[in-house]
């Protein structure tokens, strides 16, 4: 095991603690919760506010639907060499009501997965970096 820090793969995107959290914004006009943040205007078209707060958004929620990927991301994301598919859940949070796409942890394939199973946010290592490892957030089923 490295000794090297931990750090978010894309700054400002989740936390890092041990039950880690992404990191949104909640509109101050109409309360719509928003990942990535927002910070110039309000997408909900009933709203024209353009103030935000930043907010932990829910770390639990339920399958919304589920699929795999057969190709590699696009930067900034850094895949593995060599490149192997993966699962991406659309998690609906547990507090927001908002779906909230990403990649299953390693190891779970769509077979495992179902519709409203329950699923929470965690950190699983990306890559390891010269001064540090890069960490990025993920779906994982709750046990």
Known sequence: MSDKPL??????????????HLIGT???GCGTYFFPKQTHYCKNP???SN??????????GTVWSY???????????????PFE?????AVQLEKEQMTVLGQVVAGVSTADLKVGMPM?????TLHEAEDDIKVTWKWKPVA
């Open 7 to 20: 750090a978010a793969a894309i700054d400002g995107w989740h936390t890092l603690g041990e039950q880690p």
């Open 26 to 28: 909640r509109c101050c």
């Open 46 to 48: 009933d709203c024209d």
């Open 51 to 60: 103030e935000f707060e930043e907010v932990e958004l829910s770390r639990t």
């Open 67 to 81: 699929t795999n990927a057969c190709y590699k991301p696009p930067a900034p994301f850094v895949a593995a060499e």
């Open 85 to 89: 598919p993966y699962t991406i859940a």
């Open 120 to 124: 929470e946010l965690v950190l699983e």
